[in-house]
């Protein structure tokens, strides 16, 4: 099908329908030599120039939304609040007035050394050091017209300030513990709340306004560089969020979303989330996803559609029970293919951002045909793309879907290298379709043709994972291949999403090896057969 005649045809429009390379990173896992621990919103604008350099066109992003001391970026606990921990600091305005303070920045690049992202430490003291820049300069800058327009032009900051000031008098208990007042706001208390709040609102406002700006400007460097920046939009969000607090009618706290068993996870997960209520979400015309994606458009072209499944139909479970217990709601198919359509249909239709799918996990066999027919790319992760029903052998390439991403691995699931060693069955077959012997070890000529074939598939886009390509060079990925992988599903993990690149952006972006080899897996006519 021509992408440009779908209900997304005019997001197509804007994005070009062509092949589309690019690298998959979670910012958090950048560090360079003026971060403070983390990676951060400006360590972007160099990997942005690299990729330009490279003809790669696409930067995907895991979420970036607040999520507090949780560093998962997939339970946020706001719908449309960003996390302070990306901030730049040495950027912030008014620097130049508070010299002592800039001084301080040196103490945060201990936190870059260890090989995982100490997310709670940085977290601490950037909270510490942007109050004291607050005390110094925030006045001057909520004052501004810069600041008070984006307040005015972004409602939900207010709520969110004063939902976060709550959280903390209230030693971020449950909400549900909050005295009754609190759960539920009149309208008399809300003013008295902020008024005697005042500059506490002022600080958190001020931390996402200085947010929006420095994101503003990734995005307005990337636009320069013809690179694409492709955001994610989790599909669900903390039942301890300020979205929950304030529209309690939106979701359903009975039951806790999750996914059924299948063979990747023979128990199922909880992962605890709240449903949605979406006949109350329809009444108001689904203002609250809409409004969410109007502020996801000052930073990102595409935006990643967290568990698309979950739209069409999700698999409730009751509080505390096992996964196995839980069951789809709703349950009659044809119902639920309405649902889902309805939905999609209504996001696309409110957003300039082209849609991709997180269409992973047990699908059923309406989805993906619908999918298609709105222009809406699904995720062709190679080594889970096989005839299922039939024989189980392996999809080949060349029959991917255009409509389509296709990817070597996922945050969530093992590194190629990981893969090949872990689940030899399956390696074993794959290797049968290659025409290759098994063996334990990936050789590095398999990897880069694995690599090669992920960007030559019919695919329009093709985007992978930093770390699978810098499995290539030894003195770029971890010694300990467990040490690339990102995230456990369904395991509560203290390893989980600390996951940090070896290398600074200083040195990724100065390799020529892993420059040249990027851009001989994307646009040479056959795959290499050695790194040079």
């Excluded at 903390?168 to 902020?194: I, M, R, V, Y």
């Amino acid at each position: 099908m021509n992408p440009l005649s779908s209900i997304t045809g005019k997001q197509w429009g804007k994005i070009a329908v062509k092949h589309h390379h690019g690298i998959n990173l979670p910012l958090s896992a950048l560090h360079s030599a003026q971060s403070c621990g983390i990676g951060e919103f400006f360590d972007l604008i160099p990997i942005i120039d690299w990729c330009k350099q490279m003809r790669f066109d696409v930067i995907q992003l895991l979420p970036l939304n607040t999520t507090d001391n949780d560093p998962s970026p997939y339970n946020p606990n706001s719908s449309c609040a960003l996390s302070f921990i990306y901030l730049s600091l040495y950027a912030l305005p008014l620097m130049e007035k508070i010299p002592d303070l800039k001084e301080k920045l040196t103490e945060f690049h201990k936190f870059n050394l260890s090989p995982k992202v100490p997310h709670a430490d940085v977290l601490a003291h950037k909270l510490l050091w942007l109050r004291a820049y607050f005390d110094a300069v925030g006045i001057e800058i909520t004052n501004s017209s810069a600041f008070l327009q984006f307040c005015g032009e972004n409602h939900w900051v207010q709520s969110y300030a004063l939902f976060k000031i709550l959280k903390d008098q209230l030693g971020n208990t449950p909400c549900a513990t909050w005295p009754q007042e609190l759960q539920f706001l009149s309208k008399e208390k809300q003013e008295e709340l902020l008024l005697k709040h005042r500059l506490e609102i002022l600080f958190y406002s001020l931390l996402q306004f200085l947010c929006y700006e420095q994101l503003k400007k990734v995005k307005a460097h990337a636009d320069e560089c013809h690179v694409l920046l492709m955001g994610d939009i989790p599909i669900l969000i903390s039942k301890e969020s300020v979205d929950v607090w304030q529209y309690p009618e939106y979701f359903d706290l009975n039951f806790a979303a999750g996914a059924p068993p299948d063979i990747f996870n023979p128990e199922g997960q909880y992962w605890g989330f709240p449903l949605f209520r979406w006949d109350a979400l329809r009444k108001n015309q689904f203002d609250w996803w809409i409004k969410r994606l109007k502020f996801a458009e000052n930073f990102f072209d595409i935006f990643r559609i967290d568990h698309v499944l979950g739209f069409f139909r999700i698999w409730a479970i009751p509080l505390n029970h096992p996964a196995q217990e839980g069951y789809f709601i709703p349950a009659n198919e044809a119902q639920a293919s309405i649902q889902g359509q309805e939905m999609l249909k209504t996001l696309i239709s409110n957003t300039t951002m082209l849609p991709i799918a997180e269409d992973l996990g047990v699908v059923a066999s309406f989805i993906r045909p619908c999918l298609e027919e709105l222009g809406i790319c699904g995720t062709k992760v190679m080594r889970w793309e096989r005839k299922w029903e039939e024989d189980g052998s392996f999809i080949p390439f060349e029959e991917y879907t255009p409509i389509s991403l296709t990817t070597v691995s996922t945050h969530d699931s093992e590194t190629l290298t990981l893969w090949w060693q872990e689940c030899p069955e399956e390696a074993k077959l794959f290797a049968e379709t290659k025409n290759w012997i098994y063996s334990p070890l990936l050789s590095q000529k398999q990897r880069l043709e694995i690599l090669w074939d992920s960007h030559h598939t019919p695919s329009l886009f093709h985007i992978n994972l930093l770390q699978e390509y810098l499995s290539l060079f030894p003195a770029l990925s971890w010694d300990n291949p467990l040490e690339d992988r990102i995230n456990i599903p369904g395991k509560v993990l203290s390893t989980n999403w600390t996951f940090r690149f070896r290398p600074s952006v200083e040195t990724l972006i100065s390799h020529q090896g892993l420059s040249s080899i990027l851009q001989n897996l994307a646009f040479s006519t056959a795959p290499p057969t050695e790194v040079l």
